[in-house]
């Protein structure tokens, strides 16, 4: 049985991996938290620069809305995937996965609702 953290770290890290397999390149930064049966990952720095320029030379609202149709697509293409890694992790199945984008801070958030909150094994204090 893995720690809360144990499990957060390893869904960061095969999300990591699964984005730089898919997408050609990673985030910057990941995050990944359980709060219950709730799985938020959290990964910044995802934009590339073709994507940043799209979102700046055209006008804001359609460059915005662009990018979160091709993003969105390009998520529930990946869909099978992440929900294997997290299957895989945490052993429980995802019933829903959630997922936005921000064009101004290059931050994408997925979030995964899973069957049952995952068992864990608590920390043992010093």
Do not use: W
């Not at 709730?38 to 359609?62: F, H, I, N, S, Y």
């Not at 299957?87 to 049952?116: C, N, P, W, Y």
């Amino acid at each position: 049985m893995k720690t809360t953290g144990e499990i957060e770290a390893a869904v960061s890290a095969a999300v990591v991996c699964f984005k730089q397999e898919f997408m050609g390149r990673g985030p910057r930064d990941i995050h990944t938290h359980l709060i219950g049966d709730m799985l938020v990952v959290r990964l910044q720095g995802v934009l590339t620069a073709a994507e940043q320029q799209l979102v700046k030379t055209l006008l804001p609202a359609k460059g915005r809305d662009l990018l979160k149709e091709v993003r969105t697509q390009l998520i529930e293409m990946s869909r099978p995937g992440l929900e294997a890694i997290v299957k895989d992790v945490t052993g429980m199945a995802s019933i829903s996965m959630h997922h936005d984008i921000s064009t101004i801070t290059g931050e994408e958030v997925i979030i995964f609702i899973l069957t049952a909150a995952p068992a864990v094994r608590e920390l043992k204090r010093r």
